[in-house]
């Protein structure tokens, strides 16, 4: 054959030269004419090699294919047609590619200069490579076959198949993966010799929601480990299971809820495998250092000229994948504004996903409507010509465009913020004195109201289905009558960002909920349409309590119940530097989303502070024993490091939002949190005051009298130390946080509102019942307080609230629930009163109300009303108010002087209230 070879050698034509080929891995399966069969090597044929894989593993092998290269090479080499040597090997696993590598250097360094040629890919390093360690979270694929069990193998990080099903096995993990920046998936697996060339395999990846992707098949070979690698990155490499049409995107694979490998082995009835490292690689370092710089792609402005708070939108696109685009550290995307007179603001860009909401058999949905993109959305405060700059840095990286905007004359009003002249009191940006009234809606349904008050349940089940659909029927409903304000949660089942993966879109820890963010999109718009401004609540208590409202456990940082979770207490939230760089970071991202809406009232960090655990440790204990509890639980370590981090996060609001957003934060009980209305970046002090609070007080306080008004009363006089300078709203109430009677609600919604306003409070919030209002349709009950308030503003005014002293000698009746009582709030020149009966002041029966001219109630007579001292001498005028219809009923005069106090009250029903205002 040698001399053969000379001979064509020496008769080729004097042009070209070629490789000669030293190794061909042909000859180790059994197709061809030369095969392993036949292979002197093998054991069969009085060879040293038990199986075809033992060429890349044993040493003689090794030594012969060096021998063999040092004979072609000394007989053949220094012919011109002779470029080199060729090596035919294209399997990927590590010891194939090793013995490649060696025999190349060794061939190298024995004869310099020369050239050799492999098509391995593995041969390349890879820009980055990640082992997923899937080993541990392997389960049976019971969708194939219930009778396979799995053995795994935690040394060598492996798990084994036991099949015992005809043609097809499976095994499926659903730890989130996220894959997005990688070239391909691989993994290695030990195939059994008895299946010979019949076993083969398949991967497929579940997305979100619900798509499934399944590879190409892969042919295994017997008894030997075979690493199967799936291109990520090739068209046509994955097939959508539910859509043939539809292409693998780069970011399809940033959430992956389940990955999966299906093994087939036709006309066998069992089957034994290993899998062993899986693995992510990244593109070849090679190809990724003559990758193009980072640029910004295909930018689409708005608009050329903006009117003033209105919305500025850029979108554009990066030419390059992240593997996770919330984290500024991988990408980090800025806008910057300058305007004429040189003033700067700089808000955070983000990664967008459009998703759609559509509505199926009545529900609500969300679909995945298109690719990725990234968005800037400010709303410029002022007037004037803007250039603008948008970088983005991923490392060492930096890409820039520019551009420039006007921005003109507006009518929107701007911004909620805190008065400059009282900062007690709210304005908007224009200047414009804005008292705050409305409730609570912090997701469509509520579980706890279908609990305890079951004629709500239609109500709260149809708004869960409806979704956002349901704010657009309560925003118009709300401002028809009035009200311009609302709460809402971003909480674990309704627009919460990270959560959970066993919440339908959540991705675990790190990785946001962008069906969600759509949703938040669409109230937000729909607040804007409306004229309602929210104070949004980014996080809710309970993801880090384990005693109220507890869903720690499910939580995704932590590490006993979610595979990503690493945190052992949800106590280390506030303590650890990873959870605190990402809280962080969600800020960001909400602001740099959000921000930009002067519909947000204000920026909560958390609600109801003291049930999270590093708080509640000092007020209370848990009888609960589990490995996510510390023990021992009650410690007061911790109560002070909460304050601060709820101050340091508002400070992350206002440090990363260009809009001059409020940033507050929430706590529930009497008591709970005065030691965080002091710190300088939290805006409005905020809790709770649901009647049953009575507990928490002085007994003293409540010996007469201990309804709402009472309530509300009290609440604002225990606040008064910490809102000095800061508004004071309540957060929630409305009977108490349980059990209830519908009908007492509807009386304390109308009775706690007219209270509320003869207080220090800067606005009527927080009723929590908001399907009460809904399925009795109490949305007209805002109508009274609206039009009293009209014209009214309060900044700079020394009110004082008090109880009003009152008298109706001409009484119908004398019982203690026809009994008059009423609150006050005076300045030196004017005063505000609400005068009502004991017994629809009650702290749980409280009598319904049928309206202004209810018969039900025994008329009052004339009476007078005692002036508080605050109120100077002289002449006023006095006007009756219709508390349900908003409209004067009465007017009168009086004089008041040392010798003459009093004030007089028309007769009325179950309440009125008065205004009496100087007549100079």
């Not at 299946?195 to 892969?218: D, G, T």
């Not at 109880?803 to 008059?820: E, H, I, K, L, Y």
Request: charge should be negative.
């Amino acid at each position: 054959v040698a001399d053969e070879f000379e001979r064509m050698l020496a008769s080729a034509p004097a042009t070209g030269s070629l490789p000669i080929l030293l190794f061909d891995e042909h000859v180790l399966d059994d197709q061809g004419t030369y095969n392993w069969v036949d292979n002197p090597m093998a054991a069969a044929n009085g060879g040293y090699l038990e199986k075809p894989s033992d060429v890349f593993s044993t040493e003689r092998s090794f030594r012969t294919a060096v021998s063999r290269a040092r004979y072609m090479l000394s007989r053949f080499g220094q012919s011109p047609k002779i470029s080199g040597l060729l090596i035919l090997a294209s399997r990927k696993e590590e010891d194939v590619v090793k013995w490649i590598d060696s025999l190349a250097a060794r061939l190298s360094s024995e004869f310099p200069g020369l050239r050799i040629w492999c098509g391995n890919p593995e041969l390349l390093d890879r820009w980055k490579t990640v082992n997923l360690a899937l080993y541990d979270s392997w389960e049976k694929d019971e969708r194939l076959s219930q009778n396979t069990h799995l053995s795994i193998n935690r040394g060598q990080r492996s798990v084994t198949v036991q099949a015992n099903y005809v043609n097809s096995a499976g095994i499926v993990s659903r730890k989130i993966q996220h894959w997005a920046g990688a070239a391909a998936f691989s993994c290695d697996v030990l195939a059994p010799p008895e299946l010979a060339n019949e076993l083969a395999m398949l991967a497929f990846i579940r997305l979100e929601p619900n798509s499934i992707f399944q590879s190409k098949v892969a042919q295994l070979r017997p008894d030997e480990w075979n690493r199967t690698v799936f291109d990520l990155t090739e068209p046509g490499s994955w097939t959508c299971v539910d859509d043939k049409a539809r292409v693998l995107q780069p970011n399809d694979v940033m959430n992956i809820r389940e990955v999966g490998l299906r093994f087939f082995y036709p006309g066998c009835e069992t089957m034994s495998l290993t899998v062993k490292d899986c693995r992510l690689l990244w593109p070849y370092a090679a190809d990724a250092a003559t990758l193009p710089g980072l640029t910004i792609e295909q930018l689409v402005q708005s608009t050329n000229i903006v009117a003033r708070y209105e919305r500025f939108d850029l979108e554009f696109g990066l030419n390059r994948v992240f593997n996770n685009p919330y984290d500024p550290d991988e990408i980090d995307v800025m806008f910057e504004a300058r305007s004429e007179d040189g003033s700067v603001f700089r808000h955070p860009g983000y990664y967008h996903e459009p998703w759609f909401l559509g509505t199926k058999a009545g529900v609500e949905t969300v679909t995945l409507s298109g690719p990725s993109r990234w968005r800037v959305r400010v709303s410029p405060t002022s007037t004037g010509r803007y250039e603008w700059t948008l970088s983005a840095r991923a490392g060492e990286e930096l890409a820039e465009v520019h551009g420039t905007f006007t921005c003109v004359p507006g009518t929107s009003r701007g911004f909620l913020q805190r008065s400059q002249a009282d900062p007690r009191c709210f304005e908007l940006s224009d200047g414009t004195f804005f008292f705050p009234i409305g409730h609570n809606l912090r997701s469509p349904g509520d579980l706890r109201s279908e609990e305890h008050l079951p004629e709500t349940r239609e109500s709260s089940r149809r708004a869960e289905r409806e979704g956002t659909k349901a704010y657009e029927k309560w925003f118009k409903q709300m401002r028809e009558n009035g009200a311009n304000f609302t709460r809402i949660w971003m909480c674990p089942w309704w627009c919460g960002l990270e959560a959970s993966s066993t919440h339908t879109g959540y991705h675990g820890v790190e990785y946001y909920n962008q069906g969600n963010a759509a949703r938040l999109d669409r109230l937000m718009e729909l607040a804007e349409a409306h004229e309602m401004y929210v104070n949004l609540e980014t996080m809710n208590h309970g993801m880090l309590s384990t005693v109220v409202d507890s869903d720690w456990e499910h939580s995704p940082w932590n590490k006993y119940t979610h595979p990503n979770g690493y945190l052992a207490y949800a106590t280390e939230y506030i303590t650890n530097e990873r959870a605190i760089r990402w809280h962080r970071n969600r800020i960001r991202y909400a602001v740099a989303r959000w921000g930009y809406s002067t519909a947000i009232a204000w920026w909560g960090v958390i609600t109801e502070t003291e049930w999270t655990e590093p708080y509640y440790r000092s007020i209370g204990g848990t009888g609960q024993r589990k490995p996510w509890i510390p023990s021992p639980y009650q410690t007061r370590e911790y109560r002070n490091v909460v304050v601060d981090w709820l101050d340091d996060m508002a400070g992350q609001f206002r440090q990363t939002d260009a809009h001059p957003h409020i940033v507050s934060s929430h706590f529930s009980n009497p008591g709970n949190g005065m030691e965080a209305w002091s710190k300088s970046n939290l805006d409005v002090v905020h809790n709770n005051a649901y009647t049953d609070f009575t507990k928490y007080w002085e007994a003293q306080r409540f010996l007469d009298s201990n309804g709402i008004a009472d309530m509300m009363f009290v609440f604002s006089d225990v606040y008064k130390p910490y809102c000095r300078d800061k508004p004071l709203l309540v957060g929630e109430w409305g009977g108490t946080p349980g059990a209830n009677r519908a009908t007492h609600l509807t009386t304390e919604f109308h009775v706690g509102l007219w209270s509320m306003l003869m207080t220090r409070m800067s606005g009527l919030t927080g009723f929590w019942w908001w399907h009460v209002i809904d399925t009795y349709n109490l949305y007209p009950t805002y109508r009274g307080p609206v039009a009293f308030m009209q014209g009214e503003d309060r900044r700079g005014k020394q009110y004082v609230p008090g109880r009003a002293s009152v008298g109706f000698p001409n009484a119908q009746t004398r019982d203690w629930g026809s009994m008059r009582r009423g609150l006050v709030l005076a300045g030196e020149d004017e005063m505000f009163a609400y005068i009502y009966c004991n017994s629809i002041n009650r702290s749980e029966f409280s009598a319904s109300i049928k309206g202004f001219d209810d018969r039900s109630y025994p008329k009052s007579g004339e009476g007078f009303l005692t002036a508080p001292g605050i109120l100077a001498d002289g002449q006023y005028d006095i006007e009756y108010w219709n508390t349900f219809d908003g409209i004067v009923v009465g007017t009168n005069s009086v004089i008041l002087a040392a010798h003459n106090r009093q004030i007089p009250v028309m007769s009325h029903g179950p309440d009125i209230a008065l205004k009496v205002k100087s007549a100079k």
